[in-house]
């Protein structure tokens, strides 16, 4: 069985979800996932752990609240990992909960 890991990011232009594989050699996987609110972001990280994804890493974009919206949402059953912007440079210093949060 393959070793499955995600990046996911967060970009409101997005309207449904979109994933991306790359192949890491005969036995891993690499899914990119970009999705536009945080509520589509836990959706997907429910269906990724279902997946077998071992490991689910987001993107600056995502504050704390986004954060813990999706560990709440995969369960326990696949760790979520963040890179952490508080001002996010993209967002003109805003963190992702102030840009994402409210929606």
């Not at 499955?4 to 994933?19: L, S």
């Not at 440079?89 to 805003?94: F, K, L």
Request: charged content about 25%; hydrophobic content about 40%.
């Amino acid at each position: 069985m393959k070793r499955k890991v995600c990046f996911m990011f967060i970009n409101g232009e997005i309207k449904a979800p979109q994933r991306s594989v790359m192949e890491t050699g005969e036995n891993g996987e690499m899914i990119l996932v970009g999705v536009g609110s945080y509520e589509s972001a836990a959706e997907e990280a429910v269906k990724l752990a279902d997946e077998g994804v071992v490991a689910l890493e987001l993107c600056g974009g995502f504050g704390t609240i986004g954060h813990a919206r999706v560990t709440e949402a995969v369960a326990g059953k696949c760790p979520v990992g963040v890179i952490r912007f508080d001002n996010h440079p993209g967002y003109d210093g805003m963190s992702g909960d102030e840009k994402w949060g409210a929606r």
